[in-house]
């Protein structure tokens, strides 16, 4: 019995006399090699959650929303398990194609895309770029008048759908900055103007409700608004989005990839045989696949009040808690199988009394300075988000698989770290 339920581990996760292993490798050894903080990612798990995904929606449907997580090596895996990739800036096109995608497996998205944005794009060919505006239209007329270049486009269109999760990541209710609205009719002059435009081949509509969504039936319930709007307007591609929440504690459980494609089945079936329905999903892909190992530096109880136990990153590598109050669990991965009586207050090292990765910590009793800490499911917008705040440098990533490990994104070096000041 692990103190921690296996079920927030990646697929390969087992115990061996209370010491963590993933992928092949105990967590300790990977520890000792490439240094903590440090991001591991089960490689087996990642391509087996691209698979299950294809498998349910089928080659050519399912984009994976790089913001959650991505690197050089995320964008081949994904590319090679079949799966296109969403960008939202030039900056995540330039990683994706510098990792030898073609911008035809790529779809770009943004609801401020810059000139130059679009331009790169459209040189590079992607396969659909996601409109979110009346001036990005604007834009690309612009762009048609001076290079006569076509963008193939879907419209994203708000449904004004509510959606249970923190109020930062809900995307698809009227007062959105995303896309356009379909209760006060921009939808549908977005579609006119689409169609009436020589600088756009209109193919689709899309719609994204939210991120770390846990109820099916707010998926159901947009895929039924958005399948009403598309139904009239003869168009071959339906995109709904990304958003399924994943499990980050014990008390939590999220839908599974195939329970959310059936809900999502269901909903759509109403449509003429022929559309192609896609989806985006980002943490669903990524997040139980990474986990976060850190060194503990200091613990300090205050008696009568609590103890704070500090580790070697925080805010930087892991703002989640942050931005969004998440919750995450914490154990060492050399006493996998301890319970966790004692209670701590997990910290980072910045300069911020708001630099808490968990609250109230179940923790191993006796934790130590030195003994190592895991944040299990830290594979979305963990790395994607990190930032080298107090010019902490950035954590490695490693994947693992067979028993091996390989560097795929090296530590930042304090040199990175004054790279860019000029003298
Ligand atoms: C347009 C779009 N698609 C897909 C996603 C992926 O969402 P998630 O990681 O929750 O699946 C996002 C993330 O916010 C998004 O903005």
């Not at 630099?355 to 006796?366: E, H, N, R, S």
């Amino acid at each position: 019995m692990t103190a921690v339920p296996l079920r927030l581990l990646s697929s390969t996760a087992c115990v061996d006399d209370g010491v963590l292993w993933v992928g092949g490798v105990p967590v300790p050894d990977l520890a000792a090699r490439w240094g903590t903080p440090l991001f591991v990612y089960d490689e087996k798990d990642l391509r087996a959650r691209c698979r299950e995904a294809v498998a349910e929606f089928g080659a050519g449907s399912v984009v994976y929303a790089t913001k959650a997580f991505l690197c050089g090596a995320m964008a081949r895996l994904a590319h090679e398990e079949g799966l296109l990739l969403d960008v939202a800036t030039g900056g995540e096109l330039h990683t994706v194609l510098s990792a030898g995608v073609p911008g035809s497996a790529c779809v770009l998205h943004g609801n401020n895309k810059s000139d130059e944005e679009l331009r790169a794009a459209l040189a590079a060919g992607v396969r659909h770029i996601v409109v979110d505006s009346f001036d990005e239209i604007d834009r690309l007329e612009a762009i048609h008048t001076a290079t006569g270049a076509v963008a193939r486009v879907q419209l994203r269109v708000t449904p004004g759908v509510h959606v249970h999760t923190h109020e930062y990541v809900q995307t698809g209710q009227d007062d959105s900055k995303f896309g356009f609205n379909l209760g006060n009719g921009d939808a549908s002059r977005a579609v006119e103007r689409a169609r009436l435009s020589g600088a756009l081949d209109l193919v689709g509509i899309h719609c994204h409700i939210g991120s770390n969504v846990f109820a099916v039936q707010n998926f159901t319930e947009a895929s039924r608004v958005m399948v009403d709007f598309f139904a009239g307007l003869g168009l071959s591609e339906l995109t709904l989005g990304g958003g399924l929440g994943v499990a980050y504690t014990s008390d939590e459980t999220a839908p599974s990839i195939p329970e959310w494609a059936a809900a999502l089945r269901t909903a759509v079936a109403p449509l003429p045989a022929g559309v192609r329905v896609m989806v985006e999903p980002g943490r669903a892909i990524v997040a139980r696949a990474g986990l976060t190992v850190y060194t503990v530096g200091t613990v300090k109880p205050i008696g009568g009040i609590r103890t704070y136990v500090a580790v070697d990153g925080g805010m930087s590598d892991n703002p989640r808690p942050v931005l969004y109050g998440s919750g995450y669990e914490a154990f060492d991965p050399r006493r996998t199988e301890d319970p966790r009586e004692g209670r701590a207050r997990i910290v980072g090292k910045h300069c911020e009394s708001g630099d808490v990765l968990i609250d109230d910590a179940a923790v191993p009793a006796g934790l130590a300075v030195g003994d190592l800490l895991v944040t299990p499911v830290t594979g979305a917008y963990g790395h994607s988000m990190a930032n080298t705040y107090n010019k902490v440098p950035r954590p490695a990533v490693v994947f693992v698989a067979d028993g091996e490990s390989r560097l795929v994104v090296r530590r930042e070096t304090l040199e990175d770290l004054v790279r860019l000041d000029v003298l």
